[in-house]
């Protein structure tokens, strides 16, 4: 399952979506003022500290509710109906409206509406609300006619995601033309809600985006039980129009809070929608060509089996947790203020905050894949493994993850370099970058799939998350320099502190395996002792160390505790 998402909200999984250094820059501040700083919704410029770390601990925590919302949203999609071909169909038939949000809204955001939206705002106020007011309503006539172009065309569609049904079960073509249709209003509120989002972000206001990605996630977990022995599959559907609905309102209530009180104007001339139309041009030709890496993802998946989606769907949930917990918050944090700072000719400030978002996100991820490599089936089983979910569908599972680990270590060094060059109203570079990677995807999968299976797929999409990643590096390096001297120092430091953690974690797993008791409770005592260690071995190195990042969350969870005492 491909990782195409770049901006959050969507739908496999919520999110969508920087840390004290030695050095600081002549804007200055201390780690603790990272800490400390409260959310600003004034339309002022910040420093390169303030607020950051807080921000995306705002966002960081709404995504850890989505994230375990949800998990308990896969795990009951996975009890009631098991990994099975009505599941892949519902896959399929759920990533229509995700692909068009990430067409229409998920790219634009962080490339365009975020960086344009935040420099309006820097301006005066009015000039905010025209614009906000403007874009809304063009966003309002464009997403009626796709909802009305989508119940028409469900069935192209679905024969060309999933037409591998046609040999393996055509019935579940018909389910998944039949799902489409349901699902079409999704994307009327997914994609409102996202550019409302993208307003909030402007205006730094994070904490309703950050509650909404989490009640996005409510609508299965509480549709698909009561409705599920009525309607069966398309319960889930219903889960998703109520999940997404849910959180269009919620964003449409923060943005009144805020007190933009936009009108509706049809202003397509409008200076501001040209300069995001300018910006978003070459994502867009990028996300056509992803588009196309996506559905010929889901094409060939649909012809290795009628289990093969489903499989690698739980596989993704797993891998992209630490993703949207991590990667998305503190890259979406570090976006308005890198475009703030770069507006401003302020190199310096730019350069440090997206030093400490790396080293921050390097620090952060590292612990979370080697937890899922070595630990991977035992959390498959805690999770999944019940009701309808079978102990072959969690084997198949962790062989999928344990590849998808792979890339979401580059997947996740890759949204702060993306979002580096958005800042800087460069969205050409990446989008290029990104027509490439799919096609290593491409040449990977054709060459893997029949091979390998499905497994093939899961190679071709860590290759093109690798070779994208490698390439952003190399040209972040060219354009904006060399950003501190001690970044690289923290990353030996980070990988010799995961070392470790990984060598606890199989020392601690390898005896308690055969002596715990089989069962949940067996299962979760070898996750949490060989765990827990492992990550307490992790953090006793960084402190040792003296990582100023490490050293920043131990002072964040002192503080938080005197608060609590």
């Not at 420093?47 to 994230?67: C, D, E």
């Not at 309002?140 to 079960?169: H, K, M, N, Q, Y």
């Not at 990605?213 to 069966?232: C, D, H, K, Q, S």
């Amino acid at each position: 399952m491909s990782l195409a998402r770049r901006a959050p909200p969507s739908l496999p999984e919520q999110p969508f979506e920087n840390d004290g250094s030695a050095a600081e820059s002549s804007s200055g501040g201390d780690p603790l003022a990272m800490i400390a700083a409260d959310e600003n919704p004034e339309l002022t410029p910040v420093t390169p500290s303030q607020g950051l770390a807080r921000s995306a601990g705002v966002l960081a925590v709404g995504n850890l509710v989505s994230r375990v919302l949800g998990l308990l949203r896969e795990i009951v999609i996975a009890a009631l109906f098991g990994a099975t071909g009505q599941v892949s169909a519902f896959r399929v038939a759920a990533q229509v409206p995700t692909l068009l949000y990430d067409f229409l809204v998920g790219g634009m955001l962080s490339a365009a509406l975020v960086p344009v939206l935040s420099d309006y705002a820097r301006r005066s106020r009015r000039e905010f609300v025209q614009v906000v007011g403007a874009l809304i309503s063009l966003f309002v006539v464009v997403l009626t006619g796709l909802v009305i172009v989508l119940e028409v065309a469900a069935p192209a569609l679905a024969v060309l995601l999933a037409g591998g049904f046609r040999t393996s079960d055509p019935a579940l073509l018909t389910l998944t033309v039949q799902l489409i249709r349901w699902l079409a209003p999704v994307v009327w509120f997914l994609s409102l809600s996202g550019v409302l989002m993208a307003v909030l972000y402007a205006l730094q206001r994070f904490t309703f985006p950050a509650v909404a990605t989490a009640i996005f996630n409510l609508g299965i977990v509480v549709a698909a039980p009561l409705l599920a022995p009525m309607i069966g599959i398309f319960s889930l559907a219903v889960g998703l129009l109520f999940g997404s609905l849910a959180q269009l309102t919620l964003m449409f209530v923060d943005v009144r809070r805020a007190d933009v009180a936009f009108t509706w104007g049809f202003d397509w001339r409008h200076p501001a929608l040209r300069r995001i139309l300018w910006l978003y041009l070459p994502i867009a030709a990028g996300l056509v060509v992803s588009l196309f890496q996506v559905g010929l993802d889901r094409r060939l998946a649909s012809g290795t089996g009628e289990q093969s989606i489903a499989w690698m769907a739980n596989a993704t949930t797993l891998q992209q947790m630490p993703l949207g917990l991590i990667s998305v918050a503190i890259s979406l944090a570090a976006l308005p203020r890198l475009s703030q700072f770069y507006a401003a000719g302020d190199d310096a400030a730019y350069r440090q905050t997206l030093g400490r978002g790396l080293r921050m996100l390097w620090m952060l991820i590292l612990p979370a894949g080697i937890f899922l490599w070595l630990l991977g089936a035992p959390v498959t089983q805690l999770l999944f493994e019940r009701g309808a979910f079978t102990a072959t569908d969690t084997t198949q599972v962790t062989r999928a993850l344990n590849i998808y680990l792979l890339g979401m270590i580059f997947a996740a060094v890759d949204f702060p370099l993306n979002f580096a060059f958005y800042a800087r109203f460069n969205t050409w570079l990446p989008a290029l970058v990104g027509v490439v990677s799919v096609g290593i995807y491409i040449v990977a999968a054709l060459t893997l799939v029949e091979p390998l299976g499905y497994l093939g797929l899961v190679w071709a999409d860590t290759a093109k998350q690798a070779g994208h990643a490698a390439i952003m590096v190399v040209l972040l390096w060219r354009v904006v320099g060399r950003l501190q001297t001690d970044t690289l120092r923290g990353f030996a430091i980070i990988a010799l502190a995961g070392g470790v953690m990984a060598g606890v974690i199989y020392l601690v797993a390898l005896p308690l395996a055969g002596a715990l008791p089989t069962g949940a409770l067996g299962t979760l005592a070898l996750v949490s002792l060989a765990g827990g260690m492992g990550v307490a071995a992790y953090l006793a190195i960084l402190l040792a160390m003296r990582l100023p990042e490490a050293q920043m969350l131990a002072k964040l969870h002192s503080l938080h505790r005197r608060n609590l005492s």
